[in-house]
T-cell receptor
Framework: EPEVTQTPSHQVTQMGQEVILRCVPISNHLYFYWYRQILGQKVEFLVSFYNNEISEKSEIFDDQFSVERPDGSNFTLKIRSTKLEDSAMYFC????????????FGPGTRLTVL | QKEVEQDPGPLSVPEGAIVSLNCTYSNSAFQYFMWYRQYSRKGPELLMYTYSSGNKEDGRFTAQVDKSSKYISLFIRDSQPSDSATYLCAIRAPLGAGNNRKLIWGLGTSLAVNP
């Protein structure tokens, strides 16, 4: 069964460094999302992407964040200058045109900012 | 008032029990309701998806939406140790101008089914 994949599974970085989190959505899906989950807190929406552009972003998704779909398969989240409070699990999700509300999640990338 | 509220538990039941998990929400415009299961250090996995009010059944799982009370439930019959996980309710926000379909989440209820 097709699934969303994410790399790396765990990323450790120093405060102020740039990180890129990578996702390969399910191949025929057209809606893409990034969410994050700080330990012990709710899953939070970061950004949605459709038709090669951002369709909505949350207030968390400030100028330090960016997303890109560099080719037909990858979907990346870049954090330019990481802060301690960026430490969280980051989940990528995708959904198909036929059922756009059924979002399928990847296993997540655990980001630790030191 | 928080948009989606969910008791985090933990909830511990014996194998074979019927489990009831619940969420409340504040916005009467919400119409799409999901239940996800999340195992430790894994991504959420979609279990049930319901539109508007009513019941939906899939095997041992039943999702119920009561829009008049702004209350959603997930029932698990004949619970198994493999059902031990965190169960999250999620609600799709009303569509914005950009066709966004973001999900708004409950905190998740931790369930342990004991053999």
């Amino acid at each position: 069964e097709p699934e969303v994949t994410q790399t790396p599974s765990h990323q450790v970085t120093q405060m102020g460094q740039e990180v890129i989190l990578r996702c390969v959505p399910i191949s025929n899906h057209l809606y893409f999302y990034w969410y994050r989950q700080i330990l012990g807190q709710k899953v939070e929406f970061l950004v949605s992407f459709y038709n090669n552009e951002i369709s909505e972003k949350s207030e968390i998704f400030d100028d330090q964040f960016s997303v890109e779909r560099p080719d037909g398969s990858n979907f990346t989240l870049k954090i330019r200058s990481t802060k301690l409070e960026d430490s969280a699990m980051y989940f990528c999700a995708s959904s198909p045109l036929s059922s756009p509300d059924t979002q399928y999640f990847g296993p997540g990338t655990r980001l630790t900012v030191l | 008032q928080k948009e989606v509220e969910q008791d985090p538990g933990p909830l511990s039941v014996p194998e074979g029990a019927i489990v009831s998990l619940n969420c409340t929400y504040s916005n009467s415009a919400f119409q799409y309701f999901m239940w996800y299961r999340q195992y430790s250090r894994k991504g959420p996995e979609l279990l049930m998806y319901t539109y508007s009010s009513g019941n939906k059944e899939d095997g041992r799982f039943t999702a119920q939406v009561d829009k008049s009370s702004k209350y959603i439930s997930l029932f698990i019959r004949d619970s198994q140790p493999s059902d031990s996980a965190t169960y999250l309710c999620a609600i799709r926000a009303p569509l914005g101008a950009g066709n966004n379909r973001k999900l708004i989440w409950g905190l998740g209820t931790s369930l342990a089914v004991n053999p």
